[in-house]
């Protein structure tokens, strides 16, 4: 059984960083794909970025060019740097996993992933 455990938000002003980090347990290998989802109240969950066993990465266009995905395999840990953050991007924040290598097209896709974390909150405020 796969385990997730999101850390790293919190609050802060406009303009401002943010790293998240996503520690995985339970994986049997490093062939993987992992993912950044957001979801804010009332609107349905977005996925904001991904990455493949290959280190392939994918960004939603809300997001491309400001946040970075990365992994370290050893520790079995995604992070999502987020730059330039605006009011918009406040949600709560869910690392996803899934265990094979997922075709590019379907890595922000919801539906694709068995594993999620708890979540964590990004507020982005003045």
């Known amino acids: 059984q796969v385990r997730l455990v999101e ?3 919190g609050t802060i002003q406009p303009g401002g960083s943010l790293r998240l980090a996503c ?5 049997a290998n490093n062939w993987y794909t992992m993912a950044w989802f957001r979801q804010s109240p009332g609107k349905t969950r ?13 960004y939603s266009d809300t997001v491309k060019g400001r946040f970075t995905i990365s992994k370290d395999n050893l520790k ?3 992070f999502l740097r987020m730059d330039s953050l605006k009011p918009e991007d406040t949600a709560m924040y869910y690392c996803a996993f899934r265990g094979i290598s ?4 379907s890595r922000l896709r919801e539906d694709e992933y068995y594993y999620w974390g708890q979540g964590t909150q990004v507020i982005v405020s003045s």
Do not use: W
């Not at 977005?46 to 994918?58: H, K, L, S, W, Y």
């Not at 997922?102 to 097209?105: A, D, K, Q």
């Open 102 to 105: 997922l075709p590019y097209s």
């Open 23 to 27: 520690a995985a347990s339970g994986v």
């Open 76 to 78: 079995v840990t995604v």
């Open 7 to 9: 850390s790293g938000g």
């Open 46 to 58: 977005e996925g904001v970025a991904a990455i493949g066993p290959d280190g392939q990465t994918d």
